[in-house]
């Protein structure tokens, strides 16, 4: 949800920016800009659109400086227009921000800067960061400590960088947004080249050395050298540590879509969420010391959008397992937490572990006095950082707007977690909690059997011009059943719902008409309720698409389609089938020509409430 960079000291500022601005673009594509400071003055391009009308108007615009900033908008304040886009400017055109967040205070301090003579030319709120700096530089003092008044104005959260013409350095700080520091070449050599941006995959071809800042750090870039301080200016001491992401995790390659080639790479990530985590019939993490969860009585999860999926998944292990657990919208959750004592533990499931939602659910358990946890795949998030423990899912960046390999990775550590907690929290294992953990130990060369072998693309063009799609399952395929449908409807913008199978007679079945496919999700347990549902939808005409294991011969008979899975045990199946239902939406909206990565009005990582 915006993307921010900057950098420092490298051969070319130009080039470098517009790098981290396509590894960024996943974070919001509305519009993008750079701003240079060569001395002489700031030089801002910036346009409405993707990334790519930015690099056409930079081919004819000579730009150049050895600091630089970049931005690509997921638009908030003001519709995607070049006056909204970033980098904005104060008065004179001698400083310009880029920033990720949202300015809550905007509209007041607008007003005021505009009662001091300051001309506004854009909707944003983020413009009112230029004027202020600028107010402080005329009231006197140097740009450093402009720039820290001017941010102790705002309220609300944001991640912004600022470029002077007087300087050859960016300043920096976050509160409540990521703000990632990357370190190429060793600090202070002559080579060193510096890198500001939201998420690491911005500069990850670059260097893999990285600092996460602090909220209130402030950071001073030269090609010199940096320095970070907090808010009363007094140093801080921030460890570089390297990331283990190659920079071919966020290349293409020869896919045409980061969706596609992140689908194909979940028997990978499957693999390394459960690589090292079981030994025997025991399960350990070593973010987690033993016993942990001795004093854990109940389960609360707190998620968004797929991770939400991921976490009903993962309840419903938990409750299989004699766990009391249940899983709530992080929107809902922050306002209106339900009873919970000091023997809950709050899950937060999040891939960036930066969904401001999830964050302010983890935080107000936490005000309560619960104890949380993070499931996430990004070392360093600030779920990571804020929650009392964190579990890694390790899916290797994501760069697809949909979410795909991590919701895999989520339900295969989820269900790695299902059998730790049953241990601690029951003193004892679930029944069969060597078979699930010994069939998790093959579901990547299932997975990858589901990839070369499914018939989805076909399915996509026989139902490609379908009025609606449902999917519906029970228990852990009801999750898969609902991911199915959020899937199918972010990047093929048709309509898709789906619903608890045995839930469709109590009102859903209205919306089921022959030009309505319906796909049901087998997981070989509650088969004949799942026949059963699949006969309500064929006797309206609705044509029947079986997710469904080898095994499952009675619900394929059943049904007009099927996607086979290979058989598996019955909690993992799930996992299986919503690989096929992956594929099925990509060709859907690779049929229906729609941008797959970047679906309309979608970001991946959103970081306002
Ligand atoms: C859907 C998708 C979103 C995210 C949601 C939560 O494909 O990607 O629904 O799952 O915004 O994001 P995280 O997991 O980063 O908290």
């Not at 730009?63 to 008065?91: E, I, K, M, Q, Y």
């Not at 998620?303 to 919208?329: D, I, M, N």
């Not at 709050?346 to 946890?373: C, H, K, N, W, Y």
């Not at 070369?452 to 228990?475: C, K, N, P, Q, V």
């Amino acid at each position: 949800m915006c993307g921010i960079t900057a950098t420092v000291g490298a051969d070319d500022v130009v080039s470098a920016l517009l790098t981290g601005l396509e590894n960024l673009e996943y974070r919001g594509y509305d519009s993008a800009g750079v701003a240079l400071a060569n001395g002489a003055g700031v030089e801002v391009v910036k346009r409405e659109g993707r990334g790519d009308d930015l690099v056409d108007r930079l081919s004819t615009a000579s730009l150049s400086g050895r600091v630089g900033l970049g931005h690509t908008r997921w638009s908030t304040h003001g519709p995607p227009t070049d006056a909204n886009a970033h980098p904005h400017t104060d008065c004179t055109g001698e400083l310009a921000v880029v920033h990720n967040g949202i300015v809550e205070n905007h509209a007041e301090l607008r007003e005021r800067l505009r009662g001091a003579g300051h001309r506004f030319t854009s909707d944003t709120d983020t413009e009112v960061v230029p004027h202020l700096v600028e107010e402080y530089l005329a009231a006197g003092g140097d740009v450093e400590t402009a720039f820290r008044r001017a941010v102790a104005d705002l309220s609300g959260s944001y991640a912004v960088a600022l470029v002077h013409a007087d300087e050859d350095a960016v300043y920096a700080t976050r509160e409540g947004s990521p703000l990632v520091f990357g370190v190429d070449d060793g600090a202070g050599t002559p080579d060193a080249a510096y890198y500001l941006a939201s998420d690491v995959p911005a500069f990850l071809e670059f260097t893999d050395d990285v600092v996460y800042l602090e909220d209130g750090d402030v950071i001073r870039v030269a090609p010199a050298g940096y320095e970070i301080t907090g808010t009363d200016g007094t140093p801080v001491d921030r460890p570089v540590e390297s990331v283990d992401w190659s920079p071919d995790d966020v290349e293409k390659g020869t896919y045409d879509h980061y969706m596609r080639k992140e689908i194909d790479e979940q028997p990978t990530a499957v693999a390394q969420a459960v690589r090292g985590r079981v030994d025997g019939g025991a399960v350990s993490f070593d973010s987690l010391t033993a016993g942990i969860f001795n004093d854990v009585a109940r389960v609360q999860f707190v998620a968004c959008g797929t991770s939400y999926h991921a976490a009903l998944y993962g309840a419903q292990l938990l409750r299989e397992r004699g766990v009391p657990a249940r899983v709530f919208l992080a929107s809902e959750y922050a306002v209106n937490a339900p009873p919970a004592d000091e023997q809950t533990l709050l899950v937060g499931v999040t891939q960036s572990g930066e969904t401001a939602d999830t964050l302010a659910a983890l935080r107000s358990g936490q005000s309560d006095g619960i104890r949380t946890l993070a499931v996430t795949n990004v070392v360093g998030s600030t779920a990571a950082r804020e929650c009392d423990d964190a579990v890694f899912i390790r899916a290797g960046p994501e760069i697809g707007v949909a979410a795909t390999k991590t919701f895999s990775s989520q339900v295969a550590t989820l269900s790695l977690l299902a059998e730790r907690l049953c241990r601690d929290v029951r003193d004892s294992r679930g029944d069969d909690a060597s078979e699930l953990l010994a069939a998790l130990d093959t579901i990547p060369s299932k997975i990858g059997s589901v990839l070369a072998d499914s018939s989805a693309a076909e399915l996509a063009d026989r139902y490609g011009d379908s009025d609606a799609y449902f999917f519906i399952g029970r228990a852990t395929a009801h999750s898969v059943a609902l991911e199915g449908a959020l899937k199918l409807k972010e990047i093929s913008y048709e309509h898709a719902e789906g619903f608890p199978a045995g839930e469709l007679k109590h009102g859903p079945l209205a919306l089921v008409t022959p030009t309505t496919p319906v796909s049901a999700v087998a997981t070989g347990r509650h088969t004949e309720k799942l026949v059963g549902s699949i006969e309500e939808v064929s006797a309206r005409g609705a044509p029947v698409i079986a997710v469904a294991p080898r095994s499952e011969t009675a619900v394929a008979e059943a049904a007009d389609d099927v996607l086979w899975v290979p058989d598996s045990h019955p909690e993992l199946v799930g996992l299986l089938a919503n690989v096929q239902l992956q594929l099925l939406s990509y060709h859907t909206a690779t049929l229906l020509d729609r941008p797959v990565d970047k679906p309309r009005n979608l970001a991946k990582s959103v970081t306002v409430e």
